[in-house]
């Protein structure tokens, strides 16, 4: 008999999204473990482990418990990297119910096919992602960390098609980071880059998970 398709997981939680261009609207999470990156930066470390091994549908029935009190149309698939295992079983199951599907990806994996929105995170150092992402990423994320460059946000910004926002995120929320979102964003129009924006992590203003 073939064994149904499993995922390693972290957390299904409801919550809203707190970064980039859907930020707050309210969302059902699934927090896919592991990470083939190791960003020192990284707020989600705790997803770096092995997680529990549950069945498509165990996770596809926990969307669907969370879904009964909470009536979101979204589901954003995190991690960890979501593209580091097979999501197309989960994928199908959560579009049969008839969510919408949003994948924060760091971009180094294919994308698949039936996500209705990827959100792509190049990393340092190489800030590499897959050539697939070009047309599919709705939005670009780069953290404005201590490493990044405004030859890295340049770079980041014409691999792109120009009706794709970059958007550059603090770190954490902190004020340096902020500020450095803010300097490469003067830099960027300086040099007569489109479409860049600065963004804040909502969720952790308002003390969400
Ligand atoms: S790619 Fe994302 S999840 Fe992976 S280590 Fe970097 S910040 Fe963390």
Redesign the pocket.
Do not use: D
């Given at each position: 008999m073939r064994r149904p398709p499993t995922l390693k997981t972290i957390e299904v939680f409801a919550s809203v999204q707190g970064e980039g261009l859907r930020q707050g609207e309210p969302t059902i999470f699934v927090r896919l473990a592991g990470?083939n990156?190791?960003?020192a930066?990284?707020d989600?470390?705790f997803?770096?482990g092995r997680g529990h091994v549950r069945t498509v549908g165990q996770i596809a029935a926990a969307v669907q418990a969370i879904w009964r009190d909470f009536p979101a149309r979204w589901v954003c698939l995190t991690?960890?990297?979501p593209l580091a295992q097979d999501i197309g079983p989960l994928l199908r199951q959560l579009r049969k119910a008839g969510l919408a599907i949003q994948v924060e990806t760091?971009g180094t994996f294919d994308p698949r096919p039936s996500a209705d929105w990827y959100t792509v995170?190049p990393?340092p150092p190489a800030y590499a992602f897959r050539p697939g992402f070009r047309k599919k990423a709705r939005e670009v994320k780069l953290i404005a960390s201590r490493g990044l460059t405004a030859e890295t946000v340049r770079a980041v910004r014409r691999a792109f098609p120009l009706s794709t926002p970059v958007i550059l995120q603090p770190q954490s929320n902190a004020p340096w980071s902020m500020r450095k979102a803010q300097r490469l964003l003067e830099q960027a129009l300086r040099e007569g880059l489109w479409n860049i924006r600065v963004s804040v992590q909502l969720h952790k203003i308002y003390g969400l998970k």
């Open positions: 990470c990156l190791r960003c930066f990284c989600t470390k997803a770096w991690g960890g990297e760091n995170s990393k």
